[in-house]
């Protein structure tokens, strides 16, 4: 994987969050790619626990100021940037004060989803974007990990098709067991509409549901890759029958040759 680039984007990463399938993944695979000389750059929220001053966080200037539009609102685009210890990888995170200031990622302390977590999906897929194209750098694949980064296939196919820096880009979504109870707000499909986006390609989202968000990522992906042993069958199904290329569950011993193979499989 020598000189391929790979934008990561996640719900969530480690050593910034909390350990986890998805936030343990999207660590493990960008480090394996950046040992093999890929160059690599990771994109995540930056949520409001996440500790600024013990991971180095530092607002950069030039990417920030932008305002992203959100169903008619105009919201501010803060982007930070920080380096995992000791591995030269460089994360960057999307902020907003409306959105990520919260001390917490997706619920409040009873469990209870925030209600405006379909917002910041839409904010968190423009900006990753958005920011990407400030930065002039051209992913030869887009990974993407996590159910709050699953509308980024989704504004790549439709919202950006015409943006020509990215019209070799190939954009592969891991499907993790790790989910949520209940479904996001219900107007979020016309809030994905306001940016002209067909309601046929996203007809799924009527109940936005995290089956739902999933499989609507995967229709708008090239390639999928089964990331949990404990992926439901239904979303099995989908995947399967999806007409993708898609890569079954390997475990942790084996995942290194099996993501590498398969990226290449995708960019040959």
């Not at 607002?59 to 919201?75: A, C, K, P, T, Y």
Request: charged content about 25%; hydrophobic content about 40%.
């Amino acid at each position: 994987m020598e000189d391929k680039r790979i934008l990561y984007v996640s719900s969530e990463v480690v050593p910034y969050l909390a350990e986890n399938e998805v936030s343990l993944m999207s660590y493990d695979v960008p480090k394996m790619i950046n040992d093999q000389g890929g160059q690599i750059r990771i994109f995540m929220p930056r949520y409001g626990n996440i500790n600024e001053r013990r991971h180095q966080l530092h607002e950069v200037i030039r990417l920030s100021g932008m305002n992203l539009v959100v169903n008619d609102l105009d919201m501010p685009l803060i982007i930070k940037v920080a380096s995992i210890p000791k591995e030269r990888i460089q994360v960057y995170f999307i902020d907003n004060d409306e959105y990520f200031k919260r001390k917490a990622t997706f619920s409040d302390e009873d469990g209870v989803l925030y209600p405006d977590n379909d917002e910041r999906a839409i904010f968190f897929a423009k900006g990753v974007v958005e920011t990407v194209k400030k930065l002039n750098w051209v992913p030869d694949i887009i990974h993407v990990h996590g159910w709050m980064a699953s509308l980024l296939p989704i504004y790549m196919k439709h919202y950006y098709k015409d943006e020509a820096l990215f019209s070799e880009t190939k954009i592969v979504t891991s499907v993790y067991g790790q989910s949520f109870e209940g479904a996001l707000d219900s107007e979020m499909i016309n809030k994905i509409k306001f940016d002209n986006i067909p309601h046929d390609a996203i007809k799924e989202l009527e109940i936005p549901n995290y089956e739902n968000l999933i499989s609507a990522s995967i229709s708008h992906s090239d390639g999928v890759i089964i990331a949990s042993e404990n992926v439901s069958s239904s979303l099995t199904k989908i995947i399967e029958s999806s007409g993708k290329p898609f890569l079954p569950f390997a475990s942790k011993e084996k995942f290194a040759e099996a993501y590498t193979n398969f990226y290449k499989g995708m960019l040959s």
